[in-house]
C-alpha cells in the first residue's frame, strides 16, 4: 500500500462537498509530477485531503477506489488523467501546516519541500504520525 497526499482549495472543493458527493473524481490536474503520481496510486492506497490557502491543513482520510484513467476535464489530451476517491474519515482535529512544519520528524515531507506540488506521496511513517496528530 501506498500513501498520499491531495490538496485542494476548501471553498472550491472542500472536505464537506467530498463528503456530501460520497465519491470524487481527482480531475483537472495540469502539473507532470502530480500527474505521474496519480497514474502509479493504486486501488486501497491511503490518502490524506488537505486544505490548501485558508487555514492550511489535513482535514480527512480518503482511499483510492479507481485507479487512473483518461481526465474527462481534458478528453481529447491524453497526457492527464483522473483518479477517484471515497472518503473514510475526517480527522477529530485538523493538522495544521503550522503544527507538520513544527514538527521535526515532518521536516522532509513533500508538503513542505515541494509546497505547489497538488498530489504528492507521503511516507508510511509520516502518514501515520499525522493521523496520530489528528487525533485528539
Do not use: C
Amino acid at each position: 500500500m501506498n500513501y498520499w497526499l491531495v490538496k485542494s482549495e476548501p471553498d472550491k472543493y472542500g472536505w464537506h462537498h467530498f463528503i456530501e458527493q460520497g465519491r470524487a473524481v481527482w480531475d483537472g490536474v495540469r502539473n507532470y509530477q502530480a500527474r505521474n503520481n496519480l497514474k502509479v496510486m493504486q486501488v486501497g492506497d491511503q490518502v490524506l485531503f488537505y486544505h490548501s490557502i485558508t487555514n492550511p491543513g489535513v482535514v480527512g482520510l480518503a482511499t483510492i477506489v479507481r485507479e487512473f484513467y483518461q481526465d474527462p476535464t481534458a478528453p481529447e489530451d491524453v497526457r492527464w488523467v483522473a483518479v477517484e476517491l471515497e472518503p473514510m474519515m475526517a480527522l477529530e482535529k485538523p493538522v495544521t501546516l503550522a503544527h507538520i512544519k513544527a514538527e521535526p520528524l515532518l521536516a522532509s515531507i513533500s508538503l513542505i519541500k515541494q509546497s505547489r506540488l497538488s498530489v504528492m506521496p507521503i511516507r508510511a511513517d509520516e502518514f501515520e504520525l499525522i493521523l496520530a496528530m489528528g487525533r485528539k
